[in-house]
């Protein structure tokens, strides 16, 4: 019954301290990043008050996700770091409760804030950066859509399977044309059935004509019968301001979604190390709060952080090694020096085996 008591009394200091910690580091941000770019709409395109309001809303989900594990690692070092310098610790050691009985609610907090991130950062934080690009493209900026982009998809989906994709390495605004398309068509089995290729698209009288291409009849697998064709009209009925507008930065995708994108982009032998360590780091970063719970707990516990001054600096410290590294991994998953899978999880890994070092030294 007291252990439970004991459980309840630590796990409530942590949560508390937790939720000040999203409060602290999220105003830090908003002041010097989301202020500042609200400012410059403001000024440069006169942005109204409710795209103003709608910019700041939508870019809360990207800027709390952040702060997960900054405030995790700042819970356990404050909240471990008062019960130390208070003689609530060495009054628990007495009483015959180990490091590891004492540490448990931190950790097992910081287990279930890096699961309840993951889940955000899938579901709502895709969603806002969406909203929020929205909000500035169109409201804000103005723009009609009709931007030259790279790497296009389109998916005909109907009754939750996927009919027809279409991929193009370029949309060119100035002339309308979609470069290097394949579009493939699928059979009820999900298996790809029709293959068209071709050199470029370009859009008039409402649709879209292809140019230079070939097309590929599919049956188990391989091709059974092909066709060169000069000019053929493009399944689609998209206009180009629809293609450009469902297109998605990485940031607006899901898991699932990116995904997709890898798999359709590796098909056309598309370089993806850019998606993969996006995808990556939608997992390796929410579990740095678990991370820093095991570094923080008994980096707390030590005799020399007494105050919640010493607390914030140490804080500040391992954020800015953690994100260093973490930048680094992310340059050297992107630009192919290192496998991206392996890459996103040096961080994580550093910071798991210092965690270790100080979780076995503390329990001594």
């Not at 707390?300 to 914030?312: E, Y």
């Amino acid at each position: 019954m007291h252990i439970r008591i004991l459980d309840k009394y630590i796990f409530r200091e942590v949560v508390l301290t937790f939720i000040f910690g999203i409060f602290a580091f999220s105003t830090v941000f908003i002041g010097s990043g989301t202020l500042f770019r609200i400012a410059k709409y403001i000024t440069d395109y006169g942005a109204s008050i409710t795209s103003v309001i709608k910019v700041f809303v939508y870019s809360l989900p990207g800027v709390v996700m952040w702060t997960f594990p900054m405030s995790m690692l700042l819970a356990s070092l404050l909240t471990f770091g008062r019960l130390s310098s208070s003689s609530e610790i060495t009054a628990m050691k007495s009483c015959g409760i180990g490091f590891f009985r004492i540490a448990a609610p931190a950790i097992l907090l910081g287990f279930f804030v890096s699961i309840g991130a993951i889940w955000f950062n899938e579901y709502v934080v895709p969603w806002g950066n969406s909203a929020y690009r929205n909000v500035v493209f169109y409201e804000i900026q103005g723009r009609n859509g009709l931007e030259s982009q790279d790497h296009v998809i389109l998916k005909d989906i109907q009754d939750g399977k996927i009919q027809r994709l279409l991929y193009a390495r370029r949309y060119d605004a100035d002339t309308e044309t979609l470069q290097g398309l394949t579009l493939q068509e699928f059979g009820d089995d999900g298996k790809v059935k029709h293959v068209e290729n071709a050199d470029y698209a370009e859009y008039g009288e409402k649709q879209w004509t292809m140019h230079n291409g070939m097309i590929y009849d599919i049956a188990e697998g391989e091709s059974e019968h092909s066709m060169r064709f000069n000019t053929q009209v493009l399944p689609i009925n998209a206009s180009p301001k629809q293609i450009v507008r469902e297109q998605k930065d990485p940031e607006e995708l899901t898991m699932k979604e990116l995904k997709a994108q890898i798999e359709i982009m590796k098909t056309q032998y598309v370089n993806t190390n850019k998606l993969e360590t996006e995808l990556y780091q939608r997992i390796t970063v929410p579990l740095a709060s678990l991370i820093f719970a095991l570094v923080g707990v008994p980096l707390g516990l030590q005799p020399t952080r007494n105050s919640s001054s010493a607390g914030f600096a140490i804080s500040i410290v391992i954020i800015f090694i953690y994100y260093a590294l973490m930048t680094m991994a992310n340059a050297l998953g992107r630009s192919g020096a290192l496998a991206p899978a392996l890459a996103v999880w040096i961080p994580n890994l550093v910071g798991l085996i210092a965690g270790i070092y100080l979780v076995r030294k503390a329990s001594r």
